[in-house]
């Protein structure tokens, strides 16, 4: 199932959506291009507003400047806590906030079975 119009908008402003679409709010938050959505959920809408500080008077660089003040630390937050916003989500939607980093955990785990069938495990038989 996925969202109606108004619904989506809703989730969009932190609305929590029916149980039944937790399938699709799982995959909107963890499945493939989730970190670019919500790169760009928040990251587009604030540029219109910072667009604003052109039509001060003064030289453009200024109002360039005065732009790359506000944005460049949203970004850099933004990044930051991706993490914390999917497992607040999650929990929001009755969901194990541990699915967050599931696939990052996953990645983790082969690359251990990779490293310990190469190697053996604990690194047996290396000396120094």
Request: glycine share 10%.
């Amino acid at each position: 199932m996925t969202p109606s119009l108004t619904q989506r908008l809703g989730y969009l402003f932190g609305r929590t959506l029916p149980a039944s679409m937790s399938d699709w709010v799982l995959r909107d938050l963890t499945g493939p291009g989730a970190t670019r959505r919500y790169l760009l959920r928040i990251l587009i809408p604030v540029i219109p507003p910072l667009l604003l500080f052109l039509l001060l008077p003064g030289p453009l660089w200024m109002g360039a400047a005065m732009m790359a003040l506000l944005y460049i630390p949203l970004v850099y937050f933004t990044v930051a806590l991706m993490y914390v916003y999917r497992r607040h989500r999650l929990v929001q939607h009755g969901l194990d906030p541990a699915l967050a980093d599931a696939e990052t955990r996953a990645r983790g785990a082969a690359e251990r079975a990779e490293y310990e069938r190469r190697h053996g495990r604990g690194g047996a038989g290396h000396t120094g």
